[in-house]
């Protein structure tokens, strides 16, 4: 599926039930295309009904407060959505109520989890499926509440070293392989914005920003930034980056991690985890981290050959790219980024997508081209994208 010319005559709902799992979906279920169509609506850029037919579909089920749940599935994702659209929605305090709760019981079994000296799994703390993405709504619905200083408090602990069999590990440092394939016996630690710790940098550094802290941010932030520092690299053009992840074989010997062969992906690239160290310069008032975030994001934006072969999405394509960038930009005052936008977003509008759905599909592509009146409802906050 390509980005639509028209979002207003796309995206009907199938008239099938696909499932719970699909319908309260943010990533790639009925959510998305309900995102899109709110956000159009309150840009008033589109009318309401096709995001009313979507969000029908979308609860056919029951909302879904499983454990499991996380940002981008089951009540978080919908009331994420809702917020969007309309702080005020009535169902959103009901909601709200669940993922309280959700984040509770979460935030007991991590605590639990670092006291008995275990290791972590990424889906613990990431953006997609963690407490970083839980946080990331609660700072945009409730910034002063309780519960969003407890996942602060929580993602600072993080951040400590942690000893495991005598050998002192990042806090992050996760047991489970990020792919099947490759060395991942003695776990890793990632450094992606989705499923690392640029996440949890993104969230603490955007909160600090905002005048929301906890005791120990600050030198949270400066922990992992001197982290990732150790492991920024240069690649053969010049263009500076971090790896993926890093095994338990770089770990030890300090060198060796890979070339990132997703240079220019939200999830997984220089774009998101350059975005991080740009709030967390901003955070920690550190003019020389913002050059070096700068240096990594501008030739992001001119890398031409590279940009062709991504396909449209924001996850690992060109959407993502876009909307990372244009944040950057915009939020960080980086001028060079801005002439390359317009460009890119040529790029982005009709690239291939696949399904309708947000991270990997047309819905995602279409909200990363709406124009700035819709883009100001920051409708990418899910993204640790903006502020």
């Known amino acids: 599926m390509t980005s639509p010319a028209n979002i207003d005559d796309v995206f009907t709902p199938p008239s099938t039930d696909l499932g719970p799992g699909w319908g309260q979906s943010l990533s790639n279920g009925a959510l998305g295309p ?19 037919a979507w969000l029908r579909a979308a609860t056919r089920a029951p909302v879904s407060s499983h454990i499991d749940g996380g940002l981008f599935c089951g009540a978080t994702a919908l009331a994420y959505v809702l917020h969007i659209a309309s702080p005020t929605h009535p169902l959103l305090d009901a909601l709200d109520e669940h993922i309280d709760t959700l984040a509770r019981k979460r935030l007991d079994a991590a605590h639990a989890r670092i006291n008995q000296g275990e290791l972590a799994e990424t889906a613990e703390f990431d953006l997609i499926k963690g407490l970083t993405g839980i946080g990331t709504y609660l700072l945009t619905r409730t910034p002063g509440s309780r519960r969003t200083t ?24 996760a047991h489970n392989a990020p792919i099947s394939g490759g060395d991942f016996s003695g776990g890793h630690a990632n450094l992606g914005l989705a499923h690392g710790i640029s996440g949890p940098l993104a969230l603490l550094s955007a909160a600090q920003i905002r005048g929301i802290t906890v005791e120990g941010q600050d030198t949270a932030i400066a922990r992992i930034c001197s982290w990732m520092d150790h492991w920024h690299t240069t690649d053969t053009d010049g263009a500076a980056g971090w790896p993926r992840w890093i095994t ?128 100001r409802i920051g409708w990418d906050a899910c993204l640790l994208t903006t502020v």
């Open 34 to 52: 309900a995102l899109l169509h709110l956000v159009t609506a309150r840009a008033r850029l589109g009318p309401p009904d096709p995001a009313h």
């Open 150 to 173: 407890d996942v602060l408090t929580y993602l600072v602990r993080l951040t400590q070293p942690i000893r495991h069999r005598g050998e002192e590990l990042p806090g992050w440092w």
């Open 248 to 375: 338990q074989t770089q770990h030890r010997n300090g060198t060796g991690a890979e070339t990132n062969p997703m240079p220019l992906a939200w999830c997984y690239g220089t774009p998101g985890q350059a975005r991080a160290q740009q709030l967390a310069a901003q955070a920690l008032g550190e003019d020389e981290r913002h050059v070096i975030a700068v240096r990594a994001l501008a030739p992001c934006a001119s890398n031409t050959a590279a940009i062709a072969r991504l396909d449209g999405s924001l996850c690992h394509g060109r959407a993502g790219l876009l909307q990372t960038l244009r944040r950057a930009a915009t939020d960080g005052g980086i001028h060079a980024l801005t002439p390359h936008l317009t460009a890119l977003e040529e790029q982005a509008r009709g690239a291939a997508c696949t399904g309708a759905g947000f991270l990997e599909g047309a819905a995602g592509n279409a909200l990363a081209l709406l124009p700035g009146t819709a883009q």
